[in-house]
């Protein structure tokens, strides 16, 4: 069965510093998101992004933030600067189309950050 | 604004026995209904959705959900827990209102299937 993959599973990084986290979509989905889950708090919508550019983003995703599409497969999440307060688990998806169908998600890459 | 909310962290249940956990939601237009399950260390994983039609809805694993609009309330059910069952559950909701994709997550609740 297709799935979404991601890496690194877990990343420790010391505050401000840049990190890079990496994503898989399944194939033939077109549409593809991160949200984010801190401990003990709510799964958090941070951007999704069609036909090569955003398409929405929440408060969260700051200018800190950037999403990117490098090739056909990768969809990555960049945090330029770290802070303490991004240390969370990631978790991308995917879906076919944009209407509410389902979300296929990865099972997340734990940023812990120093 | 749109929310959801999952008013108990924890349901306890004997295997075998039904199991219900409880969602509610506010949005501004139709609401597009979706429940999630996470296992320890892993991702989310999708277990069902209402978008239109039967209020009843099946998913996978035996699990279904009821939408019901007056009450404001898509509540997940089994009819008989499993052990393996156990896990957090997410209830998710998208409101057709706008052009907006992102999904308004409750905070989980955990499931406790005890042998």
């Known amino acids: 069965e297709p799935e979404v993959t991601q890496t690194p599973s877990h990343q420790v990084t010391q505050m401000g510093q840049e990190v890079i986290l990496r994503c898989v979509p399944i194939?033939?989905?077109?549409?593809f998101y991160w949200y984010r889950q801190i401990l003990g708090q709510k799964v958090e919508f941070l951007v999704s992004?069609?036909?090569?550019?955003?398409?929405?983003k929440s408060e969260i995703f700051d200018d800190q933030f950037s999403v990117e599409r490098p090739d056909g497969s990768n969809f990555t999440l960049k945090i330029r600067s770290t802070k303490l307060e991004d240390s969370a688990m990631y978790f991308c998806?995917?879906?076919?189309?944009?209407?509410?169908?389902?979300?296929?998600f990865g099972e997340g890459s734990r940023l812990t950050v120093l | 604004a749109q929310s959801v909310a999952q008013p108990e962290d924890q349901v306890n249940v004997a295997e075998g026995n039904p199991l219900t956990v409880k969602c509610t939601y506010s949005v501004s237009g139709n609401p597009y209904l979706f429940w999630y399950v996470q296992y320890p260390n892993r991702g989310l994983q999708f277990l069902l959705k209402y978008i239109t039609g039967d209020n009843l809805v099946k998913g996978s694993y035996g699990f279904e959900a009821e939408f019901n609009k007056s009450q404001t309330s898509f509540h997940l059910k089994k009819p008989s827990a499993l052990v393996s069952d156990s896990a957090l559950y997410f209830c998710?909701?998208?409101?057709?209102?706008?052009?907006?994709?992102?999904?308004?997550w409750g905070l989980g609740t955990s499931l406790a299937v005890n042998p």
């Open positions: 998806a995917s879906s076919v189309s944009g209407n509410p169908g389902e979300l296929f």
């Open positions: 194939s033939n989905h077109l549409y």
């Open positions: 992004f069609y036909n090569n550019e955003i398409s929405e």
């Open positions: 998710a909701v998208r409101d057709d209102a706008g052009n907006n994709r992102k999904l308004i």
